[in-house]
């Protein structure tokens, strides 16, 4: 799910017969975020007959009547409004009371793809392309061949059967591939390993993956360590998209490539730059190469129907390949009349560049997007062509470098399903609309979503922006109880650094309380004093010497007395042979990757990074204890082996 409250959280992850993952905003989802105009996860009752609509569900008016009436007189909240799981479950029913007998024959699988029915919910249909699993099998393969753990170079992922979501069902293809697109993510002293690991720590190393992927922003809520386990091929697809596109982006930036201040416009600033999503700023870098090659055709804008052709990438090829490469990239698949051995012939060209990797040529004819901006993204990193002439000074204030802080709240709200993607705080956050998603799943109503404009006029837009920017810190200051001294709704507009990260601490902080006092449920809201107390009388019970008076203890460094938290909440999960004892820079960050991956690995959502630790950033060590405390007040769980 794309967009939740805080209810609709604990819903859908109860729930067991309707198991949707990310894969499917292709489908269902897709089309439910469409309708959900105001972005609150929520339909209005007086839009669900246009919602339904979209869905292929076209009722008489009378009916949809009728179905309002019978919600009112059952909506507990009388919010007038459908979330997310209660659309699914209107569609499912109409859809086996009206379409049972024409569902198969209306709904074709799509060529190259297999459809996979919910075995609680013949109408919930899961669609797996074949191509998607061939390029993400050959890209473990390439990147992970000479890890021994895996030992892929021996045994590959065969791409052609199931093997790779059989390969992935202990975690540690998952935890492997996720250092690999973030380095030193997890610490892979964490990972169980081994030819006989039990089901149960199979289990451990899939609950360490996904909360290692939450934590470098994949959206992950809707995926469980069974969901992998028993190889659900569209959820393992899913997530494996996630993780390989975080780690193609990565270093798409300025910080590791100054020549992308080529890509401006006239009358554009760095932070125009910013502004563009990881598509547009690629679909730029594509047509700056092909406005200076032999290409005449139309801009391209798109990565499916504007690259079927073949010809810009023919271009593009030829361009970006070094002068004194060999052998050298031509344009002879232009040759080609064919689009099919023209797409083959370009491919043959790319692997002269070592790039070739995510597509078939089916996949470019057929304008498959996502691997074809995988494809352009690798061959970005791999042959940006941006150097910067002579004549171009690039000052040290043109790097923008993206600090730890600015990350893990990036990350935590891309992994909470917020919409639009955020890719840089002081841009992304301008028209507050990723703000009042937050807010509504902080605390749910909060947000009037009649007040917020979420389509912007070109000639009113900046004083649309500043009204939503106003009506967010109103709600921050009135509703929520932020601590929002001098802010005002121009700062978020302009954003102002300091002022922005103010809020959005607070939102971080406000919602890792909001789930505690939720699953702690003890009829008063739990705030820093009430942790602290918490944790000292928990490691007091596990006969551990260690305690803490603050966040800010010096203490906390080393990273001990959050291992003994841990073990004191699950015994037995930390090694202590493994932590360091030398009171150096050096061997605190090795304890505090160790304390990160482990609380992951119990199921802790930690955001913080091993940094945060070491220097003890007050604000964010919180929420490591906190995330501890949630995971304490978890139901216990029996393990498969007993």
């Not at 309707?18 to 269902?28: C, R, S």
């Not at 024409?102 to 392309?129: A, L, M, Q, Y």
């Not at 150097?387 to 600015?406: A, S």
């Not at 820079?585 to 505090?592: C, H, P, R, S, Y």
Request: include cysteine.
């Amino acid at each position: 799910m794309t967009l939740r409250n805080l209810d609709t959280l604990k819903s859908l992850d109860n729930r067991s017969s309707v198991l949707l993952g990310n894969d499917q905003v292709d489908e269902l989802r897709e089309k439910f975020l469409k309708s959900d105009i105001n972005g609150n996860g929520y339909i209005e009752l007086g839009e669900l007959r246009e919602a339904l609509k979209t869905v292929g569900i076209d009722i008489p008016g009378y009916q949809a009547r009728t179905i309002e009436d019978e919600f009112k007189k059952n909506d507990k909240s009388q919010d007038g409004k459908l979330s997310l799981d209660e659309f699914e479950k209107l569609y499912s029913r109409l859809k086996s009371e009206k379409e049972e007998r024409t569902f198969k024959t209306r709904v074709k699988p799509i060529s190259g793809t297999t459809e996979i029915r919910n075995k609680e919910n013949d109408s919930i249909v899961h669609t797996v392309r074949h191509s998607e699993q061939l390029a993400f099998s050959k890209w473990i393969n390439q990147n992970l061949a000479l890890d021994s753990d895996l030992n892929l170079s021996q045994n590959p992922i065969d791409p052609e059967t199931k093997d790779l979501y059989t390969r992935c069902n202990d975690g540690i293809v998952l935890c492997k591939l996720i250092n690999f697109s973030v380095p030193k993510t997890i610490d892979e002293r964490t990972i169980n390993r081994g030819k006989n690991i039990t089901i149960y720590q199979k289990l451990e190393n899939l609950e360490l993956a996904l909360r290692s992927a939450e934590a470098i922003g994949c959206h992950v809520i809707n995926i469980r360590p069974n969901d992998i386990r028993d190889e659900k091929e569209h959820l393992i697809l899913g997530l494996l998209w996630q993780i390989i596109q975080i780690g193609l982006f990565s270093e798409i930036n300025l910080t590791h490539h100054p020549g992308l201040v080529m890509l401006l416009k006239d009358g554009e600033s760095k932070e125009d730059l910013l502004k563009l999503t990881k598509e547009e700023l690629l679909l730029r870098w594509f047509n700056y190469h092909l406005a200076r090659s032999a290409y005449s055709g139309r801009e391209v804008k798109n990565f499916g129907n504007d690259i079927k052709d073949s010809v810009a990438y023919s271009h593009l090829l030829k361009q970006i390949c070094p002068s004194n490469h060999r052998p050298m990239v031509t344009l002879a698949p232009l040759n080609e009349n064919d689009l099919n051995r023209r797409a083959e012939a370009m491919l043959t060209e790319a692997e002269k560049l070592k790039a070739r990797d995510f597509v078939t040529a089916n996949d470019v004819v057929s304008g498959n997007q996502k691997l074809n901006m995988a494809f352009v993204a690798n061959l970005f990193n791999t042959y940006p062509a941006l150097d910067v002439p002579e004549d171009v000074t690039i000052q040290d204030e043109d790097i923008i470098e993206e600090t730890r802080e600015e990350k893990t709240y990036r990350n935590w709200m891309n992994s909470m399903g917020v919409n639009p993607y955020v890719n840089y705080l002081y841009t992304d956050l301008q028209d507050c609309l990723v703000i009042f998603q937050l807010y509504d799943m902080i605390k749910p109503g909060s947000v009037d979503w009649n007040r917020v404009v979420k389509k912007f006029v070109p000639i009113k837009i900046k004083f649309q922006k500043l009204d939503n920017c106003n009506y967010a810190v109103d709600i921050g200051k009135k509703v929520m109880n932020f601590k929002l001294v001098g802010i005002q709704g121009s700062n978020l507009l302009d954003g102002d650094k300091t002022f922005t990260l103010a809020l959005v601490w607070q939102l971080m902080r406000a919602y890792t309380l909001a789930m505690l006092d939720k699953i702690a449920g003890q009829g008063h809201p739990i705030v820093e004093n009430g942790i602290i107390e918490w944790t000292n009388n928990k490691l007091k019970s596990a006969d551990k010497k260690t305690f803490i008076n603050n966040f800010q203890d010096p203490v906390i460094s080393d990273s001990r007395v959050i291992c003994d938290l841990i073990d004191a909440i699950k015994p037995g999960s930390v090694q202590y042979d493994l932590l360091k004892t030398e009171n150096t820079n050096e061997a605190k960050m090795e304890n505090a990757r160790y304390a990160v991956s482990i609380a992951r690995k119990i199921g802790a959502r930690v955001f913080a990074l091993p940094e945060d630790i070491v220097e003890v950033k007050q604000k964010l060590v919180m929420t490591i204890f906190a995330t501890l405390m949630i995971q304490d007040y978890q139901p216990p769980q029996v393990s498969l082996e007993q």
